[in-house]
Every structure is written in structure tokens, then in C-alpha cells.
């Protein structure tokens, strides 16, 4: 008995080695780097409470054996956001990210949709016959002055055509991927007017931050992110806008749909949303080294949580017409409803 238990203690022993092995082979640089990351997602990730951390970080460490600078743990990241359930996250390195692709996520058919994004359009905004404003916006990416700069110019285009003239408004967000939220909805401020838009909802569905639009400026709570002087006199917010959605709006394209959700007189058209409806927070690691995690959950001004994608009030799949407005069927559609609603 007395060989047994020795035998048993030999071998949680040399179990115990083989895994404090694992953690310190590695470079200092790689161990730390590696360690912040882990860190990082276990204390910021939405999912973090479904994960047995002390058993994934030594399956990590497992992988990361041998590694002899950060390059060699990239292909780690994906099975680690794959653990979170986070396809909205990634690890940002020297410009290339990293990321776990859900292969659950079923396969966006829309050709046309998918061609017109793929040519990285630009802002639109015309009127359409019968003085219905109508508004393709884009996502919009880039440092804080360049989203800054941005919300400008989707102001300025918007009072070029002066919007008082409209009486609705189509605001085309199918080919909006994403990037920043602020730019897009202080940018629209002429046409939304000021007041609560939506929030964020921690894992347990506490109210986190919140968003605004105040003296036409993006505001989270109280902190002021859009630096607009001059908004061009809009006299009435209140007209209906029809919304269009494709399968590749997501990210913050899905916030400004959700920012008008609960909203009076707004009707919203086209496919379900891609679906990445959680909140991103990049944390730096090292350098431009940058990690992206989804750690809330988004709310509109009713305090709705979108926990899967944007469904719109009238599904209209194809007949996407992006050269020919008055060949497209969804916005055909939403010309319809708003021919209607006052």
C-alpha cells in the first residue's frame, strides 16, 4: 500500500512539473503577453462565466509550448475566442487580425449585397421623387479626429439637400459592415433630433453605459465624443424613416438600426442582420497590439436587448438594386409603407 500511494504522489508530481513546464518554457516577452491576454478575456469577455479558466489556460499553455516569440501564438487566439462563443472579438497584430469564424453562422446568399460591399461604397445622399430624402450610409472606421471629420461630412451631405424640404426618410444601412457608432449617429442628427437612443447590458443585464444624441453631438452618458459646431436647422425630427437591412449589416450598422428601434413612425425592411449585436472594447497588449473583446450586450431606447441580430418589420429577400434606386425592391417596399404613415 505504502508503494502505491509513493506511486501516486510520484505521479501528481511529475503531473505538477510537466504543467509549471508548460508555463515558464516560454520567453518572458511570449509568457506575459500570453498572460495579459488570458487576463484580459477572463475579466472583460460576455462569456467569461462559461468558461473553467484554470483548465483553459493550461490547455493554452499546451499549444503555446515551444513558442519562441508572440507570432507563434496567433493560431491560439481563434481557439480561445472559440471557447468564448466571441466571433465578434480579435487579436490585432502588426495590422492583421485574428479571429475565430463561426462555422455556425449560415452563408449569406445576396450576391448583389455581397458584389456592392466588396466595391467599399461611399456616402449617398439624394432625394427621391416625391421629396423622399434618402440617406446609403456606409460604416465609417478610423481615429477619433478622422470619425470626428467624418460626422461632418454625413452632416454637411445631409445639408446640401436641405431636410427640410423631405417629408421621409430612407435610411439605407445594408451595406453598413460596421466600424464606429458615433460618426454615424451624430453625423444623422439633423434627421433623428436629441434624446436617449440605446445602451449597453452587461452579462446580467445590468444597464451599462448609455448613448445620446445632445445638441447634436454623440454623448456616452455624460462623455461628449462628436465635436459638431453647426447643424443645419431642421425644423421637424419626427417624419417617418423607413430602414433598410441586409445580411451584412453588423457591428455598429447594427447599433444605428437598433438606435431606431422604439423609434414613432419608423418601419425597418429587408433581411435579418448579420448578427453581432454585442458591444466591442480594445484593450492594448503591447505596442499596436490590440485585443477585441465583445463584453456587453446592445439595448434600444426601450431597453430591448438584442441578443442575436436586427429582424426587420417586412422581410424582403433580393432584389437589391444599388445602381437603379427606382429598380430596388426593398426600397420599393419602404416607399410603399411611407406613401402611407404619417
Known amino acids: 500500500m505504502k508503494k502505491l500511494v509513493l506511486l501516486v504522489l510520484f505521479l501528481v508530481a511529475s503531473h505538477a512539473a510537466r504543467c509549471q513546464a508548460v508555463t515558464t518554457s516560454l520567453p518572458d516577452s511570449v509568457k506575459t503577453f500570453l498572460d495579459k491576454s488570458l487576463t484580459l478575456l477572463e475579466t472583460y469577455s460576455l462569456e467569461r462565466a462559461s468558461v473553467d479558466w484554470p483548465q483553459l489556460r493550461q490547455t493554452v499553455y499546451q499549444k503555446a509550448q515551444g513558442a519562441q516569440s508572440v507570432h507563434d501564438l496567433l493560431p491560439i487566439y481563434p481557439y480561445v475566442f472559440e471557447q468564448l462563443k466571441d466571433d465578434h472579438g480579435w487579436l490585432t497584430y502588426q495590422g492583421k487580425t485574428y479571429k475565430w469564424r463561426n462555422p455556425a453562422r449560415p452563408v449569406y446568399p445576396n450576391a448583389v449585397v455581397k458584389a456592392a460591399l466588396a466595391k467599399r461604397p461611399g456616402l449617398r445622399v439624394k432625394m427621391l421623387p416625391g421629396n423622399i430624402g434618402y440617406v446609403q450610409l456606409p460604416g465609417i472606421n478610423g481615429s477619433l479626429q478622422q470619425m470626428r471629420d467624418a460626422a461632418k461630412v454625413v452632416q454637411d451631405s445631409l445639408c446640401r439637400i436641405n431636410p427640410d424640404k423631405a417629408t421621409a426618410w430612407i435610411i439605407d444601412l445594408r451595406l453598413n459592415d460596421g466600424g464606429a457608432m458615433a460618426p454615424m449617429l451624430a453625423g444623422m442628427a439633423p434627421l433623428l433630433g436629441d434624446g436617449h437612443l440605446g445602451g449597453f447590458v452587461d452579462k446580467d443585464g445590468q444597464p451599462d453605459q448609455q448613448w445620446y444624441l445632445r445638441q447634436g453631438n454623440f454623448y456616452l452618458d455624460t462623455l461628449q465624443v462628436t465635436t459638431l459646431q ?104 419602404a416607399l410603399k409603407w411611407l406613401k402611407k404613415v404619417k
Request: hydrophobic fraction near 35%; charge should be positive; charged fraction near 20%.
Open 230 to 333: 453647426n447643424r443645419c436647422p431642421v425644423r421637424k425630427t419626427n417624419k417617418p424613416i423607413a430602414v433598410l437591412l441586409s445580411g451584412l449589416t453588423a457591428s455598429s450598422g447594427e447599433i444605428v438600426a437598433i438606435s431606431l428601434k422604439g423609434r414613432a413612425s419608423t418601419r425597418f425592411f429587408g433581411e435579418p442582420t448579420y448578427g453581432a449585436t454585442t458591444a466591442n472594447e480594445s484593450y492594448r497588449i503591447s505596442g499596436t497590439t490590440y485585443l477585441t473583446i465583445a463584453g456587453t450586450q446592445e439595448t434600444d431606447r426601450n431597453r430591448v436587448v438584442y441578443r442575436s441580430n436586427v429582424a426587420p418589420d417586412v422581410l424582403v429577400t433580393g432584389g437589391d438594386n444599388f445602381s437603379d434606386l427606382g429598380k430596388d425592391a426593398k426600397i420599393a417596399a
